[in-house]
């Protein structure tokens, strides 16, 4: 779907950012461009300031075997069932919503610092929420909680329709910056405050929430399609006293909800969340 249409192919964002040494089509286009611009003796620290910029988007031979052992953990010991959920993780490269020096911590199982005192969820916690939504290609989604923009880029190889809102305008500038350098569709992405969801562009099949509510926000409830589910942690602002709940609309007043065991987000914002 995304990262280069290829995900049906099974062979996903690997074939435009392969870049082990530095042999992408890309890669080869502007180092000639900047050869051309700069003349020979110029075009060399210009070519380096361009690799400098291209490099962090490389996606080495490396990272996909770490990409495709992170997959085998998710399948086997954190018993993710969804085959289309785990090409989607396998398809996305969690290294880069890293800054390069953090890189290595990429495909270990584990929640990690994006600045701004959030962090980026852990891989078996973006799996399994996605998995909770039953996400189908033509379904609408939203996710409260942009953040480093890598939930929002494995639901974009799910559905076409991805909506994401981000309540800090640092990490919702830095998430656009880094989704439009990855080709991902950044109309979706939002400034605001997510606890009142999207209202003009409800309803929604899937509302995935990131971060952890004091208590089910009615907003997004109302949001719902009917059939549609919200898959949200609730409970007490301190990590670790929430609880993972999934919502499945029934009908107009007619919700069915599942608890689906502990969990550890940091405090969802705003009018329907935590005081900030
Ligand atoms: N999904 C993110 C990712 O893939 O990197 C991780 C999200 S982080 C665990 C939670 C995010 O929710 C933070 O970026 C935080 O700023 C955001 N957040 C908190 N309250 C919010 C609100 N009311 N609306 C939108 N975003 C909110």
Redesign the pocket.
């Known amino acids: 779907m995304y990262f280069c249409d290829e995900l049906r192919k099974n062979r996903a964002i690997t074939s435009f950012f392969s870049c082990s040494g530095c042999c992408a089509p890309a890669c080869s286009l502007i180092w000639r461009a900047a050869t051309l611009a700069a003349g020979p003796v110029g075009g060399v620290p210009l070519l380096f300031s361009l690799l400098r910029l291209i490099q962090p988007l490389a996606d080495t031979y490396r990272h996909r075997g770490q990409r495709r052992a992170l997959v085998t953990l998710l399948r086997g010991q954190r018993g993710i069932r969804d085959e289309r959920v785990l090409a989607a993780l396998g398809a996305v490269p969690r290294h880069l ?1 890293f800054e390069s020096a953090f890189e290595a911590h990429a495909y270990q199982d584990k ?1 990690f610092p ?1 600045g ?1 005192g ?4 852990q891989p078996s916690t ?1 799996a399994y929420q996605t998995e909770l939504l039953g996400v189908q290609p033509g379904h609408r989604l939203l ?10 880029a494995v639901l974009c190889q799910l559905a076409e329709n991805v909506q ?5 305008p640092v ?1 919702f500038e830095r ?1 656009r910056q880094r989704l439009a350098a990855l080709g991902l569709p950044t109309a979706g992405l939002h400034l ?5 969801g999207l209202p003009a562009l409800a309803p929604f099949d899937g509302i995935l929430v ?2 952890g509510a004091p208590a089910l926000p009615p907003s997004l409830l109302r949001q719902l399609r009917i059939g549609g589910r919200l898959v949200v942690p609730v409970g007490a602002a301190d990590p670790g006293q929430q609880q993972l709940l999934r919502i499945t609309r029934e009908g107009p007043e007619s919700y069915v909800r599942e608890q689906l065991g502990d969990c550890r ?9 935590w005081a900030v």
Do not use: W
């Not at 959030?118 to 969820?121: A, H, P």
């Not at 994401?164 to 800090?168: D, V």
């Open positions: 919503f929640a994006i701004e959030q962090t980026i969820s973006v996710e409260i909680g942009t953040g480093s923009g890598y939930q929002f994401s809102i981000e309540f800090n990490l998430g605001g405050d997510g606890s009142l990131t971060a987000f940091v405090p969802l914002r705003g009018a329907a969340g």
